[in-house]
């Protein structure tokens, strides 16, 4: 069975779109989608720099039209199950027909915009750990005032707060953790610091026709999967000022019987933790063009299993 997923913030670098835009049609699908939420999409995917696409109100954007462009390019794709990273969850609502691709761009231009200004009241953001245990990284997180905002799986925690905290962080490691890894965002999403974010979001998902899912959709919040169009998209509202679950996902990929994993451009990070977490699950990530054929090949041998 395959799991079709897609990456969330940070997952950006300079100039990852361009071989994307080489393909056929592709420029003039990321031409339309830039007219329809006001941002041009095409400079900021081949010729910003790393400080222009951290802003959370372009890189939202661009990582959502990156991931349904280079699932386009897949063909027609039968998967198992869609998710999600956080902002990741609207490509994924994409691909499981709840949101058509524009309504899903336009949801995340407002959702990067609202969660930008929530960002900008208090200078905060991430770092990722690596190692120890989440029976002691957690506790000792909210000792520091911070709140383990992502929970990956495989041996990794982001932690979110203040700069303040953050620092402290770095000073002062959970036992177990070997590395503290600033992560490329501008702000401590999924907490309370994004809280006024949600009510933007919601007055957003109002205007919206969601349709239920085509294909099992897995959700962030807890890592169960979601039946209905209209709980995909409170779900989607909610979960940008409530900590991500991967680990719960990737217990539910598991237990679907998922025996491939697809990240969808810019892959990378989901298939290293799905490395570590999902041993035996064949996995490609798409960075460029060239990982397609070995994505194909992956679809032929277990979409349909």
């Known amino acids: 069975m395959l799991v079709l997923v897609a990456p969330g913030q940070g997952a950006q670098t300079p100039g990852f779109l361009t071989p994307w835009l080489e393909l056929p049609g592709a420029a003039d699908r990321i031409a339309a989608w830039s007219e329809a939420i006001g941002l041009d999409l095409v400079?900021?995917?081949?010729?910003?720099?790393?400080?222009?696409?951290?802003?959370?109100?372009?890189?939202?954007?661009?990582?959502?039209?990156?991931?349904?462009?280079s699932a386009a390019a897949l063909g027609d794709v039968a998967p198992g199950a869609v998710a999600g990273h956080s902002v990741g969850e609207i490509t994924a609502a994409a691909f499981a027909g709840v949101l058509d691709d524009t309504a899903a761009l336009r949801l995340v231009r407002t959702r990067g915009l609202a969660m930008a200004e929530a960002a900008a009241i208090t200078a905060t953001g991430m770092s990722a750990l690596l190692g120890g245990e989440p029976e002691v990284t957690v506790p000792h997180l909210e000792k520091l005032g911070l709140t383990a905002a992502n929970v990956n799986g495989a041996g990794q925690i982001v932690a979110a707060g203040t700069l303040e905290q953050l620092a402290d962080l770095a000073t002062d490691k959970p036992e177990g953790v070997r590395r503290v890894v600033p992560l490329k965002v501008a702000g401590a999403f999924h907490t309370h610091h994004m809280a006024p974010a949600v009510a933007k979001l919601e007055e957003a998902a109002a205007a919206l026709s969601p349709a239920d899912p085509t294909v099992t959709y897995v959700s962030n919040k807890d890592g169960r999967t979601v039946a209905t169009g209209a709980e995909v998209l409170a779900r989607l509202v909610g979960q940008v000022a409530n900590p991500v679950r991967w680990d719960l996902c990737m217990e539910t990929f598991q237990e679907l019987g998922a025996t491939a994993l697809i990240e969808v451009c810019p892959g990378g990070t989901l298939t290293g933790i799905a490395k570590r977490a999902l041993p035996g699950v064949a996995t490609v990530a798409l960075k460029t063009p060239d990982d397609l054929d070995a994505a194909r090949t992956l679809i032929a041998q277990h979409a349909a299993v």
């Open 43 to 69: 400079h900021y995917g081949t010729k910003a720099d790393a400080d222009e696409i951290r802003d959370t109100a372009v890189a939202q954007p661009l990582l959502v039209a990156a991931g349904l462009l």
